[in-house]
């Protein structure tokens, strides 16, 4: 199952919708596709198409997806990473009234450089980014927690009294 993302911002993402549609219809991806639309209105005869889930559905369907499509947005992908799902993100961009700017491209490209992610740059493109997908093996997260409190933590006995 592939679950597609497109998070909670109240400007539509048709435009990945559309590409994922076509790639269903090319009988390029022949899994089933469910997709988190959030305030994007878009039906479809080819995909299960849901406005919101809960957090145990969610997470759910986040636990059988054998692949992740979503936004560029950092908690989305961030919730994949972790769980070490292989995950293709694509910017919502203001050229599209998709987003108020573009801050997706940069979380994106850090993401990918990282090797957590595929980066979708060209729509166009979907059946090379899914073939990529197909063996991509993403790098594992290490979280950076222990050693940020480790840092206040140091700065504070330094700096308070």
Do not use: C
């Not at 549609?21 to 959030?38: C, L, P, T, Y």
């Not at 997806?65 to 293709?88: C, E």
């Not at 940069?106 to 450089?113: M, T, V």
């Amino acid at each position: 199952m592939i679950l597609v993302i497109l998070g909670t911002n109240d400007k539509p993402f048709t435009r990945l919708l559309d590409a994922v549609e076509r790639a269903v219809k090319k009988g390029i991806i022949q899994e089933e596709v469910i997709v988190q639309a959030g305030f994007t209105k878009y039906e479809s005869d080819v995909m299960k198409v849901i406005d919101y889930v809960d957090r145990e559905q969610f997470e759910e369907y986040l636990s059988n997806a054998n692949l992740l499509i979503t936004h560029g947005g950092a908690g989305t992908m961030m919730t994949g990473i972790r769980q070490g799902k292989r995950v293709l993100g694509v910017a919502r961009l203001s050229a599209y009234g998709e987003h108020v700017n573009d801050h997706q491209i940069q979380l994106l490209e850090a993401f990918e450089s990282k090797g957590y992610i595929i980066y979708m740059r060209d729509l166009d493109r979907i059946e090379e980014y899914l073939k990529q997908a197909e063996t991509f093996a993403p790098e594992p997260y290490v979280s950076q927690r222990d050693h940020m409190i480790g840092l206040i933590e140091s700065w504070i006995e330094e700096n308070v009294n």
